[in-house]
């Protein structure tokens, strides 16, 4: 857990949901430097007894946690030393047909197609992050919505057509073409 990826925004965020979904329940995934800090937002939100975190788990654990969820989040902050890359937190939580919650940071933009897999929100937002939570919370079929496009949207990431991609990019880069590559 680390500053960048938004921790306290999101447990305002959740708390803040958690106020109109009684059964929302919050399961957080990894350690670090953050995570006494963590705690006590938590405990100062009166939010723990609706939070686990599970700590670093690895592949196979994490897709069990994505197969019980309802709803992914990735709330990261750009900051002056650092910008969120391709999410892969985002990208396995849509191979599960979860609709997705993200802030308009960094790669994450490349991911996202706001209002079909998911919901874009802007940094720093806890309110706006929580209106979005609800939102999702609310609505099943919504969710079902987004989740289907997330799906199929995460098709476009699989390693065959990555490797496939990268492959022709090498290729043009090779053959010294000065085509732009798309």
Not at 54 to 72: I, P, R, T, Y
Not at 154 to 179: A, H, Q, Y
Request: proline share 2%; aromatic share 4%.
């Amino acid at each position: 857990m680390s500053q960048e990826k938004g921790w306290h925004g999101l447990l305002e965020a959740f708390a803040e949901a958690a106020s109109s979904l009684p059964d929302i329940h919050l399961d957080l995934v990894g350690d670090g430097e953050l995570l006494p800090s963590v705690i006590e937002h938590m405990k100062a939100l009166e939010i723990e007894d609706r939070c686990t975190i599970h700590g670093q788990k690895s592949g196979s654990e994490v897709g069990d946690l994505l197969e019980n969820a309802d709803v992914a989040v990735q709330n990261s902050r750009d900051t002056a030393n650092w910008s969120e890359g391709f999410g892969v937190t985002l990208c396995e939580a849509a191979s599960t047909g979860l609709p997705l919650i993200a802030s308009k940071a960094g790669g994450l933009l490349d991911q996202m197609q706001d209002g079909q897999n998911g919901i874009l929100v802007e940094q720093d937002a806890p309110l706006e992050l929580a209106r979005a939570i609800t939102r999702l919370g609310l609505s099943f079929e919504l969710r079902m919505s987004m989740g289907k496009c997330a799906y199929e949207n995460s098709r476009r990431f699989g390693v065959n057509r990555m490797t496939t991609r990268l492959s022709e990019i090498l290729t043009k880069v090779s053959d010294g073409s000065t085509d732009r590559i798309d």
